[in-house]
């Protein structure tokens, strides 16, 4: 029991007293920065006429830091026997879709294209795709990947 009571003040000595610095050689460990994979959709069911808009944005207040970084995005819709055209919009800091937003067109928006890219956004930026002249009633999808790099971490 002797034994055990000097282990213990021992013990209990060490965590009492302060730590000491480290050597002027070492460096604190560096904790790895988290990777999310980006994956998002959005869909759209077309009208009438095979028309429709789709859109998305990362969610949050838009200074509180996240950010998307986007590598690419794919376009497609459920059915093809009209080949919709497909037009990707990229705005920042409003919902807007224009010839000065406009990325890129595909004439492949039904059947399926992809558009590599390299741009971050964060919330209040818009992703929008707009399909033109495709199967009515069609559900149209895009899908974004890339990187999400949530506040406070890069």
Known sequence: MTSFLNNLATAWGNLT????PPAEDQQP????????????????????SGNGTARLSPYGPRN????WDLA????SAATNVKEAQA???LSFGNQEA???TLVGQTATGSSGDTCAMS?????GDWIQVRWAGGDAGAVATFRVSGQINPANIR
């Not at 007293?17 to 000491?20: L, R």
């Not at 959005?42 to 009208?47: C, F, G, K, N, W």
């Not at 690419?72 to 376009?75: F, G, K």
């Open 29 to 48: 460990a560096s904790r790895p920065v988290p990777a999310f994979q980006l994956n998002e959709t959005a869909q759209v069911t077309l009208d009438g």
């Open 72 to 75: 690419e995005v794919a376009v």
């Open 87 to 89: 037009s990707l919009y």
């Open 98 to 100: 224009t010839p000065s």
């Open 17 to 20: 007293q302060p730590a000491s």
């Open 119 to 123: 741009q971050r956004i964060r919330p």
């Open 64 to 67: 509180g830091g996240l950010t």
